[in-house]
């Protein structure tokens, strides 16, 4: 790797006069009832936000649908009646308190600083402020706290982001994770509605052995996969894609220093990212300490049963707030024993569209009087919080061999116990004792692999 290459990949300043453009007295908190609009109403990430409006009964001041002038007049459902979509101007935002942007980035740099001017705060979902200093990248389970120092706007990071960083938490707190290898598995929705539709159409005319002329996508995308369509910088061989992982994860880990490698891929599946993760930590670790960290983690469900070969699946991500972990192993090409691989699934519409202001994620001040409490999950008024609570967590059990964790439980019976623990026998048999540790013992239960 070249010497700049590294340098070229870490946060940078904001193009000139940006902070001061969106410098607001920090921490304004909400209103009870707020007011609150939603940029982008008519995409997928728009749509998807309505409904978290309505499945956490968001206690609404009032709801304005805003899009582009295409979209104007146009009516969505809501709440048993419909609403006419307005078009987006920069006077649209008189008297709202809360400006949920998913309109792109362009949209969010010539808009949402005038959703802040009269009086909002925005929770940005495009890249536009993201690695912007006096912005917060907010994940909650994360880095909730950095709420309190906004200034207007708080940003949503990239989707596969926080797919992929938000299971690793945990164990980055306890064992600094020092370097990670993801691959990602994205679906259409990432891309949007258009795509999505796309998807649906090509897939019939491919099964009615039709010709399809792909529009919204540079590949062809029913049966096929292709590299994520973002432009490569040809110093660095990353796309922007890749580029975003890298640098909002430093960011959002506080962590400047942290190696990242990414390659992205899209796929068709529709909904749901998929992402398999190889991380390494400065101290050894094992897949039952993992187990132990990720078990009772917010926004995190471990799905892992050998027996029925059931580990995330895009499917069951699908519509659930949780990122579902699994095939939780140790990376027997790592013989220091300080790596683990695993295959993570989440649904980047809930995560992406509705994360920023529903979480409670560890930093926060759960006592309901702090404003970054109050921002995040506005529990005082019992809204849109998704995430458990410490005090909501079920009590530690001690480890036991050969655990499995499933989304059903009634799979969870003795004859997956024993055959777990089978399995992990004969992978004790095959890993390589890690250096410096005796055969037996701490050495031998290095290699443990709970997939």
Known sequence: MRPQLQDRLRPSPPPEGRATLLREPAGKTLPENPVVAVVGATGAVGVELMNCLRQRRFP??????????????????????????????EDSFESVDLALFSAGGAQSRRFAPHAVRHGAIVVDNSSAFRMD??????????????????????????????????????????????????????????????????????????????????????????????????????????NEEETKVIKETRKIYRDPDILIGVTCIRVPVLRAHSIAVTFECERAITPDEVWDLLEDAPGVKIVDDPE???????KDASGQDDILVGRIRQDLSDPTGRSIALFCAGDQLLKGAASPWEGGGDGADHSGGSHAHRLVCLSSIRSITS?????????????????????????RNAELHRSARGQLRRLRAVAEPVEGRSSAGAGDRQGVSRS
């Not at 582009?68 to 078009?87: H, I, N, Q, W, Y």
């Not at 995430?387 to 799979?411: E, L, M, T």
């Open 387 to 411: 995430v458990r609570r410490p005090s909501d967590r079920r009590p530690s059990r001690p480890a036991a061999p050969g655990r499995v964790r499933s989304v059903f439980p009634a799979q």
């Open 60 to 89: 609404l001041g009032g709801l304005r649908l805003l899009a582009s002038a295409r979209s104007a007049g146009k009516t969505l459902p809501f709440e048993g009646g419909d609403l006419v979509v307005e078009e987006l101007t």
């Open 133 to 238: 200093p006096a912005v917060p990248l907010v994940i909650p389970e994360i880095n909730a706290d950095a709420i309190r120092d906004h200034q207007g706007i708080i940003a949503n990071p990239n989707c596969s982001a926080i797919v992929a960083i938000t299971p690793l938490w945990p164990i980055h707190r306890v064992n600094r994770i020092r370097r990670m290898i993801l691959a990602t598995y994205q679906a259409a929705s990432g891309a949007g509605a258009a795509a999505m539709e796309e998807l649906r159409r090509s897939t019939r005319a491919y099964l009615d052995g039709q010709a399809f002329e792909n529009r919204v996508l540079p590949h062809p995308y029913a049966f096929n996969l292709f590299s994520h369509n973002t432009r490569i910088d040809r110093e660095t061989g990353y």
């Open 308 to 314: 029925r070969n059931h580990f995330p699946m895009p």
